[in-house]
């Protein structure tokens, strides 16, 4: 009864816990982002998709534990059908003399005390039923097999002018499209790269092969004459440091925020205070009450956007990385704050081979080389001079965005 009840409920377990889950989603959601839904006046709208996830989860509730409670009746009933029995066989057997009253009351026993862990095993279901279909969820993520340290068979380069080559790479997120086909890039050491095109060009992509969140396709992309297959990632992401276009911190001070950039467990006062003075950081936490020992809270909302920035920067100057990725590192700071980190850029950066990834191309006309990409190809190479005089695309981005910007400025 048990083997034929268990699987049924199982699976509304199953069913159960998922729902649960997509409902905490949505709640953890929606109080994330509680002042955009009260901007725009989606209250109603939230709690309606409450509501409907909370009947979808009470439905599978209500299903699970019903085909769990079922069975302590089931069980009940089937020991009083053996009471039953033994009082009927016992009776008759009591009055035509061939058994005695007293074996009849001990098979009464015996039918109790048999049916007793057949009981207690009913009440255990509805427990045992809810802990595998958590643990089918969590095995889930755990049997997820990590990312293999693959081989490339190529030979390394010796005495290679390049820090960074892309040969003939080919890289898809799916398994039938390519985004990028035979994309080729040389990089020089002390380069600042600059990569520029509109969006879905191909240019956070770039960036995450450097690092190997994902691997080529085909072709090779080299560090210093190796394929970085033949380089696990931990050593080769220690080689890099990365600026996102969204901060994150965690809850902490922000001198604790700052020293996450080391390498070191124990990073020197002097050595975090060049960083943070370097990236204008030191600036604004002198004026705060609690200077360093300030608790930044959940996702550092209580410091501005801008200030927030200053720190991942100046975070990732602290790692002293040999290539330095910055992923719209000043599209969120205002144009006083960008200046004062374009200056420390230019200190920081020297000797050191750099990417920047930007749409507001002023921060970038002072690169070494300008990458500019469309639909994962590099469509024109050079320095801004060069690639305003051949009128190109990248001319035209540029001059579309300062017009916008004049108009608006006409607007004022």
């Known amino acids: 009864m048990i083997g034929y009840v268990a699987p049924k409920s199982q699976k509304q377990f199953a069913r159960q816990q998922k729902r649960l889950g997509t409902l905490n989603d949505q709640v953890e959601e929606t109080y994330s982002g509680h002042t955009i839904v009260k901007t725009y006046n989606r209250e109603e709208a939230e709690i309606e998709k409450f509501v409907e996830q909370s009947a979808k989860l009470n439905e599978s509730s209500w299903k699970a534990q019903f085909l769990t409670g079922i069975m ?26 061939t058994v005695s009253l007293g074996n009849v009351q001990a098979f009464i026993q015996y039918v109790n005390q048999f049916s007793q862990p057949v009981r207690q095993l009913a009440n255990l279901a509805n427990t045992i039923q809810v802990t595998i279909a958590s643990c089918e969820r969590v095995f889930e993520v755990l049997d997820e097999e990590p990312m293999k340290e693959t081989e490339s068979g190529l030979a390394p380069k010796e005495n290679t002018d390049y820090k960074i080559e892309f040969e003939n790479v080919e890289f898809g997120y799916g398994e039938d499209e390519l985004l990028m086909t035979d994309f080729n890039l040389t990089v020089k050491e002390g380069e600042m790269i600059a990569v520029v095109g509109p969006t879905g060009a191909g240019k956070s992509t770039l960036i995450n092969l450097l690092e190997r969140f994902y691997d080529v396709k085909g072709g090779s992309i080299r560090y210093e004459g190796i394929d970085t297959r033949d380089i696990e990632r931990d050593k080769l992401r220690s080689k890099f440091s990365m ?20 390498h070191e467990e124990n990073p020197s006062e002097e050595d975090i205070l060049e960083a943070a003075e370097a990236a204008h950081v030191d600036d604004f936490v002198r004026r705060l009450p609690d200077g360093y020992d300030t608790v930044l809270n959940e996702e550092g909302t209580n410091i501005s956007q801008g200030q927030r920035q200053l720190i991942t920067i100046a975070r990732a100057f602290l790692a002293d990385p040999e290539v330095l990725i910055l992923d719209e590192a000043t599209s969120s700071v205002d144009t006083r704050t960008e200046i004062l980190i374009q200056r420390a850029m230019g200190k920081l950066l020297e000797n050191r081979t750099s990417f920047v990834v930007a749409h ?18 590099v469509i024109e190479t050079g320095n801004h001079e060069e690639l305003m005089e051949q009128e190109g695309f990248y001319a035209d981005l540029y001059n579309a965005q300062f017009q916008s910007t004049d108009e608006q400025l006409q607007g004022v």
């Open 72 to 97: 302590m009746p089931l069980v009940s009933f089937a020991r009083d059908l053996g009471y039953f029995g033994v009082a009927i066989v016992g009776g008759i057997g009591v009055a035509n003399g």
């Open 243 to 262: 600026v996102l276009q969204d901060t994150w911190l965690f809850n902490g001070t922000i001198w604790e925020n700052l020293k996450y950039g080391s």
């Open 360 to 377: 507001r191309l002023s921060t970038i006309r002072d690169a070494d080389k300008i990458i500019v990409m469309n639909h994962g190809d």
